[in-house]
């Protein structure tokens, strides 16, 4: 068990219509028709899990895989014949995008456009469900710091997994601006979940009192995570992505401040009291830009105040701290003026430093066989226009269950935009 303060921004999940999934597929036999009723069945079930963070993982992760491995049969034809499924064309998914909620309605027909959706609102659940665990104690145990962990490494790799792979797959389709799939909004979701996994492996360092050099790589390899994840969100309407993007610029500027505060602890062990107490003024420059970025953050619409959240207020403990005891121990030891010149922070860290945990899709559901894929009469449909169900764009905002905070709202581990 260690301490452990987290602060985070989540967007809302996607929202998506009703799909029946026999409209135009025509299923001609009891195993057919089965696999158009599990995919009804399991697509229901999956979305409303999907809206409870407090769930347990292998739960949520094993009804998305079991409806992932029936959707495959829609997009890789099962009986080996050809590579694409005849029946990815047959349906119409109805998505809106966690940045502009319901006030877009994306409509494709093709199956890959629901892979791509499903996995993505997938990720969110993973980055939900950590935020949940993260905020049910500042002291959690070891299986709380793993599953926050391990949920955010994962969901890292998902989003990954849709930037490289499935959104690649998608031809001549027409998106929003602000989509989901937009290879930009991926990635700051992606960066986004490898900055946050990484706050995991910091904390620990910290708590176990690791090198202080170890330390501050990390700190920094974090910051640059979501430096970079900002800069993906410069090329957008601020109205839209302002917020998110003010949650990176500040999380850059706190992990930078700490990466330069444990660099200025380590030059005063080295007995250099010249450099530590400039990177000790760097660092105390850069938290009050960190401090800006939350007064920014603060002002959007339906944020709180995250300077008054624990995991700022130990980052203003730490800088007082530093600077304490470097101007006591240069006071008393070493009678030195601060250098002229700043110090680049070194190399980036390697120790500590992991990959987004690789993911890989549900395999072909054994059900779908090649029988019964051939059961599906789509001939019957050629040269018909599509007819859209009357409920297909009555698309409702995903009804999400609150993350419990254990605290007001001004003082929230989790800001949900």
Known sequence: MFTINHWFHRNPLKSTGIVS?????????????????????????????????MLETPAVRDLFDKYI???????????????????????????????????????????QFEICCMTLNMAMWYTKHAAYVASKSSTPSDKDALDVHKSLRIAAGMFKHVMDVEAQKLHNVKLPLCSDVNEKILAAYYY?????????TLARAINAKQDNTLISGISNQ????????????????????????????????????EARA???????????????????????????????????????????????HPFFLQLDSLIRRVQSTIEFENNVMHH????????????????????????IPAKLNSLFSADAYRAFDIGRNVGKPYKEDKHARDVKEAREIPIPQGMTPSESSCTIA
């Open 21 to 53: 999934f026999d409209h135009r597929t025509s299923p001609s036999s009891t195993d057919a028709m089965q696999i158009c009723s599990q995919l009804r069945q399991l697509r229901l079930e999956l979305l409303q899990s999907l809206c409870n963070p």
């Open 69 to 111: 491995s029936f959707l495959t049969g829609f997009i890789t034809a099962p009986d080996g014949v050809s590579d694409d499924s005849k029946l990815r064309y047959t349906t119409k998914f109805y998505w809106s995008d966690s940045l502009t909620k319901t006030e877009t309605i994306t409509d494709i027909q093709d199956a």
């Open 192 to 200: 986004s979940c490898l900055g946050e996994f990484h706050e995991v």
């Open 222 to 257: 974090i910051s640059q995570y979501f430096e970079m994840g900002g800069q993906q969100l410069t090329s957008f309407d601020d109205k839209v992505v302002g917020q998110w993007r003010m949650y990176f610029g500040l999380k850059a500027k706190f992990y930078l401040a």
């Open 262 to 308: 444990y660099q200025a602890l380590e030059f005063l062990k080295k007995n250099d009291a010249p450099n530590a107490l400039r990177i000790a003024e760097e660092a105390s420059k850069i938290q009050q830009q960190a401090a800006s970025f939350c007064e920014q953050y603060s002002k959007t619409k339906g944020a709180g105040s995250p300077q008054r």
């Open 336 to 359: 030195k003026r601060a250098a002229t010149d700043l110090l680049p922070l070194e190399g980036n860290a390697t120790h500590g430093i992991l990959p987004a945990e690789e993911y």
